[in-house]
């Protein structure tokens, strides 16, 4: 099993910029891959940014557009989104997520939440 905890989020205002932080613990080796999902109030959560340890490949959701940035370490054990010129529309619940294969992704942290207000 692996466990997700995230951290980072908070208010900020448009045109700020926030650092998510997600610590995995267990079986981190198992991790294929890791990333960031986002539920914004009344919407279905949607699929921000990923990183492919395999592959060592990175991919984002078209919004991003630039402006997030995706990192991890080698261990596996800790991943991060770079926020800048946070925009309302970014405002939600922000997830972290791992798979062991491609496909669904089956380890969920319990989310921060992200305003973008101001």
């Known amino acids: 099993q692996v466990q997700l905890v995230e951290s980072g989020g908070g208010l900020v205002q448009p045109g700020g910029s926030l650092r998510l932080s997600c610590t995995a613990s267990?079986?981190?080796?198992?991790?294929?891959?890791m990333g960031w999902f986002r539920q914004a109030p009344g919407k279905e959560r949607e699929f921000v940014a990923r990183?492919?340890?395999?592959?060592?490949?990175?991919f984002y959701a078209d919004f991003v557009q630039g402006r997030f940035t995706i990192s991890g370490d080698n261990a596996k054990n800790r991943v991060y989104l770079e926020m800048n010129s946070l925009k309302p529309e970014d405002t939600g619940v922000y997830y972290c997520?791992?798979?062991?294969?491609?496909?669904?992704?089956?380890?969920w942290g319990q989310g921060t939440q992200v305003t973008v207000s101001s």
């Open positions: 997520a791992g798979r062991r294969v491609p496909g669904s992704y089956e380890y």
């Open positions: 267990g079986r981190t080796f198992s991790l294929d891959a």
């Open positions: 990183i492919w340890w395999s592959r060592g490949s990175i």
